[in-house]
């Protein structure tokens, strides 16, 4: 009921009713066919989404690993144990344990890090670990060479002046890194493992 120009809509269904209606049918719908895409893409097509923050993961653990790590100059991104671009400022530890390490930094580490003393602190402790091994790994190699030739010293099918030459090489090659690692890093090398200094000199 109602006067002229006036009408009531008592089923609920207006003009905007209806359009929000259509509206929310259609949302549904594209809502239905994500849902039917993401489930046609398998497991491997989830996956795919995941890609990029791998790639992030891995990048920043690669990141992380090469702060204190041996790289090729066996030192870090702050330093490196040869003069090797950007590090070529020569340095030597001073707060370390192990004192007169050299090692190389670059201008910006000098700016920087070398002017606090905690920060070179630090730095110098990962120099005292990369040194330690380095001398290790080099150590390691000069025994390998002197094993060699004394095995080649004991073959059979050589002249007995090669044979003299040989064993004169393996007496005469010191073990240099060997005693140089036993003298600063006593603790990393058992006794077992240490140089005869008696037969070496």
């Known amino acids: ?70 790289g090729a100059t066996g030192g870090s991104r702050y330093f490196s144990l040869t003069p090797v671009s950007p590090h070529t400022n020569p340095l030597a530890t001073k707060l370390a344990k192990v004192k007169d390490i050299p090692y190389f930094v670059s201008d910006q580490f000098l700016r920087t890090v070398a002017r606090d003393r905690y920060q070179l602190s630090q730095v110098e402790r990962m120099v005292e670990r990369s040194y330690e091994r380095y001398l290790s790994d080099e150590c390691k190699n000069q025994k390998a060479y002197k094993r060699k030739l004394e095995l080649l010293s004991a073959k059979g099918r050589i002249t007995e002046a090669e044979r003299e030459n040989l064993m004169r090489k393996a007496r005469g090659f010191e073990l240099t890194r060997c005693l140089e690692l036993e003298d600063l890093f006593p603790r990393a090398v058992p006794a077992k493992d240490r140089v005869d200094r008696h037969s070496e000199f």
């Open 1 to 70: 009921m109602g006067g002229p120009g006036v009408r009531v809509y008592s089923s609920g269904f207006g003009p905007g009713m209806a359009f929000g209606g259509m509206n929310g049918a259609r949302a549904r719908h594209q809502q239905q066919q994500q849902q039917q895409q993401r489930q046609q893409e398998g497991p491997l097509g989830q996956l795919a989404q995941f890609i990029p923050l791998l790639l992030i993961l891995i990048l920043s653990f690669m990141n992380m690993g090469g702060e204190d790590g041996v």
